[in-house]
């Protein structure tokens, strides 16, 4: 079974910083690759589907890159509403594995 | 799109339950649906899949329900439905029901295993 990993686990940021998060997946995974924004209480929303396309409706602050093993999700400028837990997700082999998230909060 | 879960509680160890998911505003019929779960204070974990019976309406479960939990569907109601037996206080949590692309959630139901 492949495994995600993400780092950092948290972070603390400021607004209008640039915030990087890396996914990183255990064997190949090509671009099967999801980014989740959730916040507490809430469902998660899909940000960023095949680990660059960002979805509709998405800001264009959010953004992915990567393919393979190694995957990166940066926010440009972080904005107020952007603290929450970010989670990458495969679905390479069907199994749709999550990363244990990374927690943005207030600096 | 409206994804709404439905029949979570408290349930004991040992006992069953069934969850549904209603959809509405899409041709469920065409999507493939999951169930993930969020344990209290922990990350998201998917459970299980089901494609469309176009595709032969296969399943996939993840390690941890495998032989306990049951995925299935009704087209002619719209809903996906996830039988969960010989439960576990581990199997504590948010369950949440969406389209196996990730892009639509239900707001969960509540499922407590507890003495």
Not at chain 1, 33 to 59: D, M, R
Not at chain 1, 81 to 102: I, M, N, R, V
Not at chain 2, 64 to 81: H, L, P
Request: charged content about 15%; overall charge neutral; hydrophobic content about 30%.
């Amino acid at each position: 079974d492949i495994q995600m990993t993400q780092s950092p686990s948290s972070l603390s940021a400021s607004v209008g910083d640039r915030v990087t998060i890396t996914c990183r997946a255990s064997q190949d995974i090509t671009y099967y690759l999801n980014w989740y924004q959730q916040k507490p209480g809430k469902a998660p929303n899909l940000l960023i589907y095949h680990a660059s396309k960002l979805e509709t409706g998405v800001p264009s602050r959010f953004s992915g890159s990567g393919s393979g093993t190694d995957f990166t999700f940066t926010i440009s400028s972080l904005q107020p509403e952007d603290f929450a837990t970010y989670y990458c997700q495969e679905y390479h082999d069907l199994l749709f594995t999550f990363g244990p998230g990374t927690k943005v909060d207030f600096k | 799109v409206q994804l709404v879960e439905s029949g979570g509680g408290l349930v004991q160890p040992g006992r069953s339950l069934r969850l549904s998911c209603t959809a509405s505003g899409l041709a469920f019929g065409d999507y493939a649906m999951s169930w993930f779960r969020q344990a209290p204070g922990k990350g998201l974990e998917w459970i299980s899949f089901i494609r469309s019976n176009n595709y032969g309406g296969t399943t996939g479960y993840a390690a941890s329900v495998e032989g306990r939990f049951t995925i299935s569907r009704d087209d002619s109601k719209s809903i996906a439905y996830l039988q969960m037996n010989s439960l576990k206080t581990e199997d504590t949590a948010m369950y949440y029901c969406g389209d196996s692309s990730g892009f639509y959630w239900g707001q969960g139901t509540m499922v407590t295993v507890s003495s």
